[in-house]
């Protein structure tokens, strides 16, 4: 059993291995451009991890003084905030300008295709092709070029999957639903369970209360966005 173990651990070590090699050669090669991802150009030159960017690029002027929901001008297209305020908190110091827009988004984009590799279990060659298709397809390789904040949101709300303590769980969803509304719908997981009980009403309601004083909190930027929109 544990020879068997090591075995499908090896296996999946190498499908990652190879899997991340081949994205590499998309890029390296630029076939991602030509076959998958139309690219951001600025001057001539495509712009990777360009939704990250707009993240930090945002944080950084949000330290000069500027009201970035209104106006961003250290982003390369001078795009406006438009995500919750709470990503605007993020430590980055601009010191470490190339581990923030590349190395960071790198290692995000790695967490996964290791999640995809290790959370599925394959068994069959069509599971196996199945697997390949969950990565190489046009919406996962725009999302890892782009590194969208939408792939933050995924991962934390697979890793409040695997957290059984409320402690933890309930301020996770409360987290990305400050990024974005939509992760609040998670809310319903306690209206899954076998037994629907008062504790759970009450973790619902408790959710909601939460997220509702975040969202008044930052009603006006949230009129802003609305507004740019």
Do not use: H
């Given at each position: 059993?544990?020879?068997?173990?090591?075995?499908?651990?090896?296996?999946?070590?190498?499908?990652?291995?190879?899997?991340?090699?081949?994205?590499?050669?998309?890029?390296?090669?630029?076939?991602?451009?030509?076959?998958?991802?139309?690219?951001?150009?600025?001057?001539?030159?495509?712009?990777?991890?360009?939704?990250?960017?707009?993240?930090?690029?945002?944080?950084?002027?949000?330290?000069?003084?500027?009201?970035?929901?209104?106006?961003?001008?250290?982003?390369?297209?001078?795009?406006?905030?438009?995500?919750?305020?709470?990503?605007?908190?993020?430590?980055?110091s601009?010191?470490?300008?190339f581990?923030?827009?590349?190395?960071?988004?790198?290692?995000?984009?790695?967490?996964?295709?290791?999640?995809?590799?290790?959370?599925?279990?394959?068994?069959?060659?069509?599971?196996?092709?199945?697997?390949?298709?969950?990565?190489?397809?046009?919406?996962?390789?725009?999302?890892?070029?782009?590194?969208?904040?939408?792939?933050?949101?995924?991962?934390?709300?697979?890793?409040?999957?695997?957290?059984?303590?409320?402690?933890?769980?309930?301020?996770?969803?409360?987290a990305?639903?400050?990024?974005?509304?939509?992760?609040?719908?998670?809310?319903?997981?306690?209206?899954?369970?076998?037994?629907?009980?008062?504790?759970?009403?009450?973790?619902?309601?408790?959710?909601?209360?939460?997220?509702?004083?975040?969202?008044?909190?930052?009603?006006?930027?949230?009129?802003?966005?609305?507004?740019?929109?």
């Amino acid at each position: 059993m544990l020879e068997k173990n090591i075995f499908v651990n090896f296996k999946r070590i190498f499908l990652f291995l190879l899997i991340t090699f081949f994205i590499y050669y998309l890029f390296e090669s630029l076939l991602i451009y030509k076959f998958f991802v139309l690219p951001v150009v600025i001057k001539n030159q495509a712009n990777i991890f360009i939704d990250w960017n707009a993240i930090t690029s945002a944080i950084d002027c949000s330290k000069k003084g500027f009201d970035v929901f209104i106006e961003n001008p250290c982003d390369v297209i001078g795009r406006r905030y438009v995500y919750g305020s709470i990503l605007l908190n993020i430590p980055l110091s601009n010191n470490y300008f190339f581990f923030n827009n590349f190395l960071l988004p790198i290692l995000i984009n790695l967490t996964l295709i290791l999640f995809v590799t290790f959370f599925f279990r394959f068994e069959k060659k069509n599971e196996y092709f199945l697997w390949f298709l969950l990565i190489i397809n046009p919406s996962t390789l725009l999302i890892i070029e782009r590194a969208n904040v939408d792939l933050i949101i995924l991962l934390l709300l697979v890793l409040a999957c695997y957290i059984w303590k409320d402690i933890i769980k309930i301020p996770v969803i409360l987290a990305v639903s400050y990024i974005k509304f939509y992760p609040l719908i998670c809310s319903l997981i306690y209206f899954f369970e076998e037994k629907i009980s008062k504790k759970n009403i009450y973790k619902f309601i408790l959710l909601f209360f939460f997220v509702s004083i975040g969202l008044f909190l930052d009603l006006n930027n949230i009129i802003k966005i609305v507004q740019n929109q």
